[in-house]
């Protein structure tokens, strides 16, 4: 059993599947309070579902790609059950999370996109540094930036701890708060191995929920 938010089908906004049409299964809950959070709608309330249940809601949108995202996922004890259960069923999985919670748990078959968070999230000391040495080429890190210092605290933690090359990375600025511009700039100023992100979705559609 496990407590949803909302289920749609939407173009994927961020990572590298950015463009793709996806499943989003939208779990309830988030221990960490972002100062930046575009999703406080999901901290509570939500649809009591049967995994069973969450499935025939996925396979009606008759799409390959699915993401699992919050709130933050892993602070349902069923979350993992639910990823496995959509990989034997055959679809292409991606989990965003925190990182503030263990990874060590998720089906090795999902892409664990991590949003490790910056000073200006007011969350850092959140940071489950352990998931960093988890982490494999076929999955995410990412950094949500709000000012230049969240940006050169995020590529010394990239180049202290090696993680350019541990799997792929991207860099994305606060909507309203850092100028994509500046961020794009400083990434080619600093020859970054880094991928630049907006979110497509809010290019699209604004801040509308189910989008």
Not at 52 to 73: K, N, S, W
Not at 161 to 166: A, D, T, V, Y
Not at 169 to 180: E, H, T
Not at 183 to 206: T, Y
Request: hydrophobic content about 40%.
């Amino acid at each position: 059993m496990l407590r949803i938010t909302e289920i749609f089908h939407s173009l994927q906004g961020e990572t590298s599947r950015v463009g793709l049409p996806t499943v989003f299964v939208r779990l309830t809950g988030c221990p960490l309070r972002c100062t930046w959070c575009d999703t406080t709608y999901a901290f509570s309330g939500g649809e009591p579902l049967e995994l069973d249940g969450i499935l025939r809601r996925v396979a009606g949108f008759d799409c390959g790609t699915v993401c699992v995202t919050g709130g933050e996922p892993l602070a349902q004890k069923d979350a993992p059950a639910l990823l496995a259960a959509l990989c034997d069923a055959g679809y292409s999985v991606s989990l965003e999370t925190s990182g503030a919670l263990d990874i060590g748990s998720v089906d090795p078959r999902v892409s664990r996109i991590v949003d490790l968070k910056a000073p200006g999230s007011g969350e850092d000391v959140k940071n489950r540094w352990e998931n960093l040495d988890l982490l494999t080429p076929h999955d995410e890190l990412k950094f949500v930036l709000a000012s230049r210092e969240d940006y050169d605290w995020a590529v010394s933690a990239c180049r202290e701890r090696r993680l350019f090359e541990r799997c792929p990375v991207l860099f994305a600025p606060v909507q309203g708060q850092l100028d994509p511009a500046l961020l794009a700039q400083w990434l080619l100023e600093d020859r970054l191995p880094a991928r630049f992100q907006l979110q497509l979705h809010k290019v699209l559609w604004g801040n509308a929920p189910g989008r």
